[in-house]
């Protein structure tokens, strides 16, 4: 009787998690959009994120079986690294060092949970199918995130007012986000944020809806894409779809055929210009303007951040100072200080802080995540890191080349886009990059154990 429980337990779980995983991927993009508990906000993901640890660590229970995989042990010995500097940090950064030292402190549970997370997911042999349904929430995510911010920037230019800022203004009041806005507005001008606090997540979400367009041949993906780029003024979205391109155009199949666009998706892209002619004839004295003032912001954002004539882009001097602010926490280097106290060497150093600024002195990670994830996890931590990313990288590209499936696609173009995006902005344990990394180190674990 035992044992029939159990069966029909694991028959429900797995019958209603599909759904609930395509959600996870879903609110994994969209951190803004939850339920108010106490005046504390609660994303829906969060909530998802709890679900699948239950339901993962059930299923545990039911069946217990620790499993170690060998791509994924270089994840999870990267995480366990970055507990150790957390718990370092946590430790021995007090006093005037308080600040960076509480930061280490509260990236601890999340550690942890991520943890849990990829040992769990290893441990059930029926969450490998559900890796395909996290994937399509993820990329229907990216899609409703282009689409929310291109309603939002077109809304603005049509009545001068932000739909998101609106909508979300009491969340905004609720977590303190500068000036009370998820959009950012400046100069007739707006940047918007999607589903998101900040206009810069649409850099890794815009990119990799651009790849997976462009891989799987839908023109409609890669037009919203483009919209929510140009809604965002993402610079680093751009730049980053741009770069994607060539990573994208390299892989060919075995046979060297590429596929071509379907009849559907023949008819799609015709629709989608017959509808851009039509709005241009009818509105294109209002909308040429728009777009001019558009290109125009893209190439203002370029020239005051990365072509400044005062001196070297803020990301420049954080590289250049780097040998200094080590040194200045050289016994942290090993292990690190822990996740969020990256500026710590910055900070403390009154010679790097008459180089990068003055206000640079509080607990922050830098815009690249890569050189952040040196200082927040150490040599050893980071060389873990850059083991893991070099495997997905290598093993889905020659999936992608070999057309092998859409998940593969997927993983391949959201590995890219990582890997450029975080040259120019900190995704610091970003939640979608997190799950799609440990799903799909799992499928290459699962994939190598049944060959």
């Known amino acids: 009787m035992k044992e029939e429980k159990r069966a029909a337990i694991a028959v429900f779980l797995n019958k209603i998690f599909p759904a609930a995983s395509l959600l996870l991927g879903l609110f994994s993009t969209m951190p803004?959009?939850?339920?108010?508990v106490r005046d504390r906000d609660v994303s829906f993901y969060r909530i998802l994120?709890?679900?699948?640890?239950?339901?993962?660590?059930?299923?545990?229970?039911?069946?217990?079986?620790?499993k170690?995989?060998?791509k994924s042990l270089?994840?999870?010995?990267?995480l366990f690294v970055g507990l150790i500097g957390c718990v370092c940090g946590m430790l021995f950064l007090n006093g005037p060092r308080a600040e960076w030292g509480q930061a280490a402190r509260s990236y601890i549970p999340k550690v942890i949970l991520l943890l849990a997370f990829c040992f769990l997911w290893q441990a059930n042999e029926e969450a490998d199918p559900l890796a395909e349904w996290i994937m399509r929430g993820f990329l229907l995510g990216c899609a409703l995130n282009c689409l929310w911010a291109t309603i939002d920037a077109v809304g603005f230019y049509a009545t001068g007012k932000s739909l998101n800022n609106i909508l979300f203004y009491?969340?905004?009041v609720r977590n303190d986000i500068r000036e009370h806005t998820l959009s950012l507005i400046f100069h007739g001008s707006i940047r918007s944020g999607g589903f998101n606090s900040d206009p810069a997540q649409l850099g890794?979400?815009?990119?990799?809806?651009f790849g997976y367009g462009l891989a799987r041949k839908k023109p409609l993906p890669v037009f919203l894409a483009i919209c929510g780029i140009a809604a965002s003024a993402s610079t680093t979205g751009l730049v980053s779809a741009v770069?994607?391109?060539?990573?994208?155009?390299?892989?060919?199949?075995k046979d060297g055929i590429q596929n071509k666009f379907s009849k559907a998706d023949r008819w799609m892209l015709v629709i989608l210009c017959a509808l851009i002619a039509l709005v241009l004839l009818l509105q294109g004295d209002r909308i040429l303007p728009l777009a001019q003032d558009i290109l125009h912001r893209f190439a203002a954002r370029i020239q005051s951040s990365y072509l400044n004539?005062?001196?070297?882009?803020?990301?420049?001097?954080?590289?250049l100072q780097a040998p200094f602010a080590m040194r200045a926490v050289l016994p942290f280097m090993l292990f690190g200080s822990g996740f969020g106290t990256a500026s710590l060497g910055y900070a403390t150093t009154p010679e790097v802080l008459a180089v990068i600024g003055q206000s640079h002195d509080f607990a922050y990670d830098m815009e690249n995540t890569f050189l952040a994830y040196i200082f927040d996890t150490g040599v050893v931590g980071f060389a873990l890191y850059l083991i893991t990313m070099g495997t997905l990288l290598l093993a889905y590209r020659k999936k992608y080349a070999a057309r092998e499936s859409a998940f593969a696609q997927s993983v391949y173009i959201t590995v890219c886009v990582s890997l450029l995006s975080m040259l120019f902005y900190h995704y610091i344990l970003f939640a979608p990059q997190m799950m799609i990394f440990t799903i799909a180190l799992s499928r290459l674990d699962r994939e190598a154990e049944a060959a």
Do not use: Q, T
């Not at 803004?32 to 108010?36: A, K, S």
């Not at 709890?50 to 299923?59: D, K, P, T």
């Not at 270089?74 to 990267?78: A, P, S, V």
């Not at 004539?309 to 590289?319: E, K, L, Q, S």
């Open 32 to 36: 803004v959009l939850g339920v108010v």
């Open 49 to 66: 994120f709890a679900l699948a640890l239950l339901f993962l660590g059930i299923c545990f229970l039911m069946k217990p079986r620790l």
């Open 68 to 70: 170690l995989g060998k």
């Open 74 to 78: 270089w994840l999870e010995l990267w």
């Open 170 to 172: 009491n969340y905004c």
């Open 204 to 209: 890794f979400v815009a990119p990799v809806l």
């Open 243 to 253: 770069l994607l391109l060539v990573f994208l155009l390299r892989p060919r199949s």
């Open 309 to 319: 004539n005062n001196g070297p882009d803020i990301r420049v001097r954080y590289v």
